[in-house]
């Protein structure tokens, strides 16, 4: 049973650039959250896709952008990037409908993440 | 803004020891809460969620939550060196428009030192 996926693990780019992150949930999961994790912080919620559509979005500007394809899928975009954006950015994925195991649903299992250096 | 806090850290603590981690959160209405773990360079990894007040136990790790005081704590009994990680507390946003929004606390390094 394949653990939640994303590409590419590192990734070096310079101001201005656009970038498109990858991400692949978990078997049997068809919610896909994204967050940022700045060095030494927690992770910041960035928004999150159930359906094809943005369900809900953190505090980030629209530079930050998804997309979920009907394979529950995700990619993440940010356009015009900046020095600050430079950090670890987390997929984690979740069961929508419940499971069998009481609470499982809203448990977010997260992938090794994108280490996105901005130069 | 909604915000969850955890002590600050670092933590050191001889191995065999037990290790006790605490978190409060601000937003009254949460209803779910995760522990996850983070090895240097790695992603979080989930050790345990707990909704109901009271402990919950998992092996050498017990998760103690107080909606009252909005108040949750992990401890690790007989804390091992491969403990040594950040220790990330995370809340599920309440409400009827939450559809699964995790606000952490900036984590706890625990160094188990042998």
């Known amino acids: 049973d394949a653990g939640v996926t994303q590409s590419p693990t590192h990734l070096i780019k310079t101001r201005g650039q656009q970038v498109t992150l990858r991400c692949s949930p978990k078997?049997?999961?068809?919610?896909v959250s994204w967050y940022q994790q700045a060095l030494g912080q927690g992770p910041q919620f960035i928004f999150q896709?159930?359906?094809?559509?943005?369900?809900q979005r953190g505090n980030f500007p629209d530079r930050f952008s998804g997309h979920q394809f009907p394979n529950y899928s995700s990619e993440l975009n940010v356009n015009a990037l900046l020095l600050g954006d430079s950090a670890l950015y987390l997929c984690?994925?979740?069961?929508?409908?419940?499971?069998?195991?009481?609470?499982?649903?809203?448990?977010?299992?997260f992938g090794p993440g994108t280490r996105l250096l901005v130069l | 803004q909604k915000e969850v806090e955890q002590n600050s850290g670092p933590l050191s603590v001889p191995e065999g020891a037990i290790a006790s981690l605490n978190c409060t959160y601000s937003?009254?209405?949460?209803?779910?809460f995760f522990w996850y773990r983070q090895y240097s360079g790695k992603s979080p990894e989930l050790i345990m969620f707990?909704?109901?007040?009271g402990d919950k136990e998992d092996g050498r790790f017990t998760a103690q939550l107080n909606k009252a005081s909005q108040y949750v704590s992990l401890l690790i009994r007989d804390s091992q060196p491969s403990d040594s990680a950040t220790y990330l507390c995370?809340?599920?946003?309440?409400?009827?428009?939450?559809?699964?929004?995790?606000?952490f606390g900036q984590g706890t390094i625990l160094t188990v030192h042998p």
């Open positions: 984690a994925s979740s069961p929508l409908a419940p499971s069998s195991a009481s609470g499982r649903r809203e448990t977010q299992y």
């Open positions: 078997s049997g999961h068809d919610t």
């Open positions: 896709y159930y359906e094809e559509e943005e369900r």
């Open positions: 707990i909704y109901s007040n």
């Open positions: 995370a809340v599920k946003d309440a409400g009827g428009t939450s559809y699964g929004k995790l606000t």
């Open positions: 937003d009254r209405g949460s209803q779910s």
